[in-house]
């Protein structure tokens, strides 16, 4: 593939002619609602074998029979994984490995956000442990199988938020101090610079690895499933035109998914499929490469064979 790019944006050399990845196998996490399962129904519908991650059984048994319902040429099928416990990922891990020998798309769809701070079952701040770390871990113990894809891609649904907010090293879990926006912003700034340090890492396997802003979405995110906080606020934007429907929200990540327009394209941000530049702290290697140690120590992944 040629002599490795430096610390920039870049494209991957020698892309294959290829229309799209059609009958390919792609993993999308948090598919049960929302952009999930908006991407897992028209991926669906152009023919992959779809893996959809979801934490709760019956929520995702309920959206693997939206997926079908659709009447996509492809399949569907469910995973379990709770993005909160290693343990849970590890289990999904396995799970997965047993499925399949090749994974051509992984989507990092899942996001949680809170109002007030909340653990993990490992002791995490919520947003961070959620949609950070645990996808950290998930990313590394699916990479074998997005290698064997050959010209793989993985797909990180990050946030415009990301502007809000800062990598706390001294206090990455906000025990000192929270507020739901540096919480989400951090989490959200932690997204893109994983996936632009795993760009750098996984050149050589030729997998593409690209972050996006999916844009004002209405989803359930800020919905509290057990307090109801955010439902006013939900069924209040609802009316608004300014906000997207999920189909819309996931169109970006279906593009980074599948169409041959970005084939070889890799470190990237995107938004409404195109590419977007990124503010400075977005941009900060150093603190990628730091934050990507500080990641495997968190996870248990420190000293292992990795990427």
């Not at 990092?108 to 909340?118: D, L, T, Y």
């Not at 996808?135 to 990479?143: D, E, G, K, S």
């Not at 999916?214 to 606020?233: D, M, W």
Request: hydrophobic fraction near 35%; charged fraction near 25%.
């Amino acid at each position: 593939m040629g002599t490795k790019p430096n610390r920039s944006k870049h494209h991957l050399n020698d892309p294959k002619e290829e229309n799209g990845l059609t009958g390919k196998t792609a993993l999308v996490t948090g598919a049960n609602s929302g952009m999930g399962l908006a991407t897992s129904i028209e991926l669906s519908k152009r023919g992959y074998r779809v893996l959809m991650a979801c934490r709760s059984r019956e929520r995702g048994e309920e959206a693997l029979r939206k997926v079908e319902q659709s009447g996509g040429s492809g399949s569907a099928e469910l995973v379990l994984c709770d993005l909160a416990d290693l343990s849970s990922i590890r289990r999904f891990a396995g799970d997965v490995h047993g499925r399949i020998d090749t994974l051509d798309v992984l989507i990092n769809n899942a996001g949680v956000v809170s109002p007030k701070r909340q653990e993990t079952k490992d002791g995490f701040e919520l947003a961070l442990g959620v949609n950070h770390l645990g996808h950290f871990l998930a990313t590394n113990l699916l990479l074998g199988l997005v290698k064997a894809s050959g010209r793989g891609r993985i797909v990180v649904v990050a946030s415009g938020a990301y502007k809000a907010g800062r990598i706390h090293f001294e206090d990455p879990h906000l025990r000192r101090s929270y507020n739901v926006v540096k919480s989400y912003g951090q989490s959200k700034l932690a997204n893109i610079l994983f996936a632009r340090e795993l760009a750098l890492r996984t050149y050589d396997a030729g997998i593409a690895v690209n972050a996006l802003h999916p844009g004002a979405v209405l989803t359930q995110l800020g919905v509290n499933r057990g307090t109801g906080f955010g439902q006013g606020v939900y069924r209040m934007l609802g009316g608004l035109p300014s906000f997207q429907t999920p189909e819309e929200g996931a169109s970006t990540a279906v593009y980074l998914a599948d169409s041959p327009e970005v084939e070889g394209i890799s470190r990237e941000y995107f938004y409404r499929s195109r590419p977007k530049r990124l503010g400075g702290k977005a941009e900060d290697d150093e603190a990628a490469a730091k934050l990507w140690e500080w990641s495997e120590r968190e996870v248990g992944l420190q000293g292992t064979k990795g990427v």
